[in-house]
């Protein structure tokens, strides 16, 4: 792992403990997944946790990617025989066809119990990600009603929650838990990125700079000159994050990167999907 990035605070380390042992006692599994960075919110350790379990998998904030962007992945993960489920868990696009997965999962279960002779209790499904992915806010939206606390910044989910969300359901809100050591460092930084692991984990300013590369080399670069009349040209993430930082804050590039960061994260740089599938 990257020596930028240091986030495993003890909170996390006991919510992956505790969630382990929940996982034994649930039938099915609703991973979500940001819908920015795909891969980089893959937990590597899911497979290990689903085993036989049937999964749902859901790619949230179906809102900040462009529709070139989700139909990319939809058609990868479609060959991996996997079937995605896109939301947007804030105004509640998709979740639909989420809760229809996820009773359609807990009805296949409690079948099974009926054909050997058992009086099925409400099946159980724990609902998992990295911190931020919107697990809190699908919850909300898959009840109809705020019962979960749900913000956009990771580490609101602090502690299991058991949740009814039918009588066939039963929902485990869980905190997000994330890898011990990722080796991945551009991995590391789209998480940072996407706000999906703590502001206390990293700079800002790094962050910042990673961020301005990737769009480059993503060919978007076209968002930074319509939003701050500036152009890369040829220069460097750190380069860039000096010049804007000169042109807006009188050269303050701590202040700067935490705009640029905000901006992409609220959308203000318009739908912007960060990986693309493998080729």
């Known amino acids: 792992m990257t020596n930028e990035i240091q986030w495993y605070p003890g909170h996390i380390a006991k919510a992956e403990r505790d969630l382990k042992d929940q996982l034994k006692l649930v039938d099915a599994v609703i991973e979500v997944r940001d819908a920015r960075i795909p891969l980089a919110t893959n ?10 379990k049937q999964r749902v998998l859901v790619i949230n904030r179906l809102d900040a990617i462009d529709p070139v962007a989700r139909r990319a992945w939809e058609t990868w993960f479609l060959q991996q025989s996997e079937t995605p489920y896109f939301t947007n868990a804030q105004d509640g696009t998709g979740v639909r066809q989420v809760a229809a997965a996820a009773k359609a999962a807990a009805i296949a279960v409690n079948q099974r119990r009926r054909d050997r002779g058992m009086l ?25 009603r705020r019962v979960v606390e749900s913000a956009r910044r990771p580490g609101v989910t602090r502690q299991l929650r058991w949740v009814r969300i039918s009588k066939e359901l039963e929902l485990l809100d869980a905190p997000g838990v994330i890898p011990a050591q990722l080796d991945d460092r551009l ?11 703590g502001s206390a984990a ?17 060919e978007r670069s076209s968002a930074l000159v319509s939003r701050y009349q500036l152009e890369p040209e040829s220069m460097t993430g750190e380069q860039y994050l000096y010049a804007l ?9 701590e202040r700067t990167a935490r705009e640029l960061l905000n901006d992409f994260r609220t959308g ?3 739908e912007i999907c960060l990986e693309m599938p493998p080729v």
């Open 43 to 52: 937990h590597p350790r899911v497979p290990l946790w689903v085993g036989n």
């Open 120 to 144: 099925p209790p409400p099946a159980r499904a724990a609902v998992i990600g990295f911190p931020n992915v919107g697990k809190s806010a699908l919850i909300n939206r898959l009840l109809g």
């Open 187 to 197: 991995a590391a930084l789209k998480l940072a990125i996407c706000d999906d692991i």
């Open 202 to 218: 990293y700079h800002n300013h790094i962050v910042a700079a990673a961020l301005l590369d990737l769009l480059v080399n993503l």
């Open 245 to 253: 930082a000169q042109q807006r804050h009188q050269g303050d590039e």
């Open 268 to 270: 203000n740089l318009g």
